[in-house]
Structure formats: C-alpha cells, structure tokens
C-alpha cells in the first residue's frame, strides 16, 4: 500500500526558506515518478515541481529558479526546497506518486494532477508580507 507523508510546512516571512518533505512506503521508490502540488482557497490544483524516476526534474514558471525537487533515494523520500518565497506560494502543499510506465523513459515526469493516483495528505505553506 503506498502512503506519502508530507511535512516541513509552515509560516515564515518572505524572502525566506523551507524545505518539505515526503517520506514514503509501500513501493519501490525508483520505479515511480514524483511531484508536488499546491492548492490556495478558492484555486485550482497547480503542478509545482516534478521529477522522474532518474531524477529529471520539471517546474512550474511560478517557481523556476526558486524551488528545487530532489529525491533520496537512501531513505526513499522526496523533497522540495523552496527559497525567496513570496505570499503568493501560500498554499497546502501535496506530494504524489505513480508508477511509471516499463514504456515510458525514465526521464518521464507530470506536472497534471489527473496523471497521479496517490497523494499525501498535505502540509500548508504560508508565506506573510
């Protein structure tokens, strides 16, 4: 059964920094790619970041140059830095899993929610002026 965790989230001023995490179970690592998610009130989904299962990565512009995503593969967790933050990254943040395609290269990743099937249940970001 694959479970995703999510923390690290939390208030700070902008400018400043945080890094979430996602700790996992339940499946081989390797074998899925990887991405984070927001969602603010009254906002659609958005796809941040997302990473392959050889570790390519794929950002959003809104966070190009700001957040980066990594994987440990020693301990199976995913992770999001996330520096220069502004009020308008304020939102819950999720991460999500899927298993990728034996078709599919191992650079392969998505930024749509609708291409994932497992979710962590979140950690809100909220990021003052």
């Known amino acids: 059964q694959v479970q995703l965790v999510e923390s690290g989230g939390g208030s700070v001023q902008a400018g400043r920094s945080l890094r979430l995490s996602c700790a996992t179970s339940g499946f081989t690592f390797s074998d899925y790619y990887m991405g984070w998610f927001r969602q603010g009130p009254g906002t659609e989904r958005e796809g941040v970041a997302c990473?392959?299962?050889?570790?390519?990565?794929s950002y959003a512009d809104s966070v190009q140059g700001r957040f980066t995503i990594f994987r440990d593969h020693a301990d199976d967790t995913l992770y999001l830095q996330m520096d220069k933050l502004k009020p308008e990254d304020t939102a819950m943040y999720y991460c999500?899993?899927?298993?990728?395609?034996?078709?599919?290269?191992?650079?392969?990743?998505?930024?749509?929610?609708?291409?994932?099937?497992?979710w962590g249940q979140g950690t809100q970001v909220t990021v003052s002026s």
């Open positions: 999500a899993a899927r298993r990728r395609s034996p078709y599919t290269s191992s650079w392969y990743c998505s930024r749509r929610s609708s291409n994932f099937d497992n």
């Open positions: 990473v392959g299962s050889d570790d390519s990565a």
